[in-house]
């Protein structure tokens, strides 16, 4: 007959194989949930309910606060509109532009709607739906400068971008002075006040931003050749949620949602 001390190391004994044992059951049961039918991140966000996105709040009119504080804009609108379609609602998580792409690698949201340029560097990393906005770039400085008239003249002079964007790269390869901002609205303010001599920014938002304050002093004195597109971007490999998204654009599109929104912040279809 086992001793109490017999006993006691038999009891011990047994109570380690289990442990060894049922976190083997337990990884199991979670691979198994996880090849379960079901768990993509289109369901996900069905079954949670809501989508979330990340957005500057900053840059008007694609992204911003309006006179009452709520959060609007060209790009809120179209995110708002396509996670109605995907039958949830749109939670936005409001992030500095340097820090987007970062938050969307962290997963802090599903998707970014902030007009971000398809490019072929970011397709290695993330997915982007079909392009939802065209426009060009275009170099703002001071109404009364008439020492930059054209892109080659920000050789040595200060440029306000954000650091990670495209613009920010164009300022560069022309040899700007790169001053870093957080947002359209701060490099107009810079610009205006005189701390930075120029800024490249989307031809869109200075359009708007004249239309709401045709007294601010700045001009447009060149532009890129090329237009860009820019797309809803999303985690890499995703192609339910990719597919369920461009099928919202689409029929925003052929029903004339798209072409209402548009209207409302260009006064025209912004999509070609």
Same mark, same amino acid.
Request: with cysteine; hydrophobic share 35%.
């Given at each position: 007959?086992?001793?109490?001390s017999?006993?006691?190391?038999?009891?011990?004994?047994?109570a380690?194989?289990?442990?060894?044992t049922?976190p083997?059951?337990?990884?199991?049961?979670?691979? =198994?949930?996880?090849?379960?039918?079901?768990?993509?991140?289109?369901?996900?966000?069905?079954?949670?309910?809501?989508?979330?996105?990340?957005?500057?709040?900053?840059?008007?009119?694609?992204?911003?606060h309006?006179?009452?504080? &709520?959060?609007?804009?060209?790009d809120?609108? @179209?995110?708002?509109e396509?996670?109605?379609r995907?039958?949830? *609602?749109?939670?936005?998580?409001?992030t *500095?532009?340097?820090?987007?792409l970062?938050?969307?690698?962290? &997963?802090r949201f599903?998707?970014?709607?902030?007009?971000?340029?398809?490019?072929d560097?970011?397709?290695e990393?993330?997915?982007? $739906?079909?392009?939802y906005?065209?426009?060009k770039?275009?170099?703002?400085?001071?109404?009364?400068?008439?020492?930059?008239?054209?892109?080659?003249?920000?050789?040595?002079?200060?440029?306000?971008?954000?650091?990670? $964007?495209?613009?920010?790269? @164009?300022?560069?390869?022309?040899?700007?002075?790169?001053?870093? @901002?957080d947002?359209?609205?701060?490099? @107009?303010?810079?610009?205006?006040s005189?701390?930075?001599?120029?800024?490249?920014?989307?031809?869109?938002?200075?359009?708007?931003?004249?239309k709401?304050r045709?007294?601010?002093?700045?001009?447009?004195?060149?532009?890129?050749? =090329?237009? $860009?597109?820019?797309?809803l971007?999303?985690?890499?490999?995703?192609?339910?949620?990719?597919?369920a998204?461009? &099928?919202?654009?689409?029929?925003?599109?052929?029903?004339?949602?798209?072409?209402?929104?548009?209207?409302?912040?260009?006064?025209?279809d912004?999509?070609?």
């Amino acid at each position: 007959m086992p001793t109490r001390s017999n006993r006691f190391y038999m009891t011990l004994a047994t109570a380690a194989l289990l442990t060894f044992t049922m976190p083997a059951c337990g990884k199991q049961e979670s691979d =198994n949930h996880a090849d379960a039918p079901g768990t993509n991140l289109l369901e996900t966000i069905k079954s949670n309910g809501e989508i979330t996105i990340g957005t500057e709040g900053t840059y008007a009119p694609f992204t911003f606060h309006d006179k009452d504080g &709520k959060l609007t804009g060209f790009d809120v609108q @179209i995110a708002e509109e396509v996670a109605k379609r995907l039958g949830v *609602k749109a939670k936005f998580i409001e992030t *500095k532009w340097d820090g987007m792409l970062a938050g969307l690698d962290a &997963k802090r949201f599903d998707m970014v709607a902030n007009e971000v340029t398809i490019r072929d560097d970011r397709k290695e990393k993330y997915d982007f $739906s079909d392009p939802y906005i065209v426009s060009k770039a275009v170099l703002i400085v001071q109404e009364d400068n008439t020492d930059i008239k054209k892109l080659a003249d920000l050789k040595g002079k200060k440029s306000g971008q954000s650091l990670t $964007s495209d613009l920010g790269d @164009i300022a560069k390869a022309n040899g700007a002075e790169i001053v870093q @901002i957080d947002g359209f609205n701060q490099a @107009i303010d810079l610009l205006t006040s005189g701390r930075i001599d120029a800024t490249i920014n989307d031809k869109l938002s200075f359009l708007d931003l004249k239309k709401q304050r045709p007294d601010v002093p700045i001009k447009v004195v060149d532009e890129t050749n =090329n237009a $860009s597109q820019s797309g809803l971007l999303l985690h890499k490999g995703n192609p339910e949620l990719v597919d369920a998204i461009n &099928k919202a654009l689409a029929d925003m599109k052929a029903d004339g949602t798209y072409l209402t929104i548009s209207k409302t912040y260009f006064g025209e279809d912004v999509s070609q």
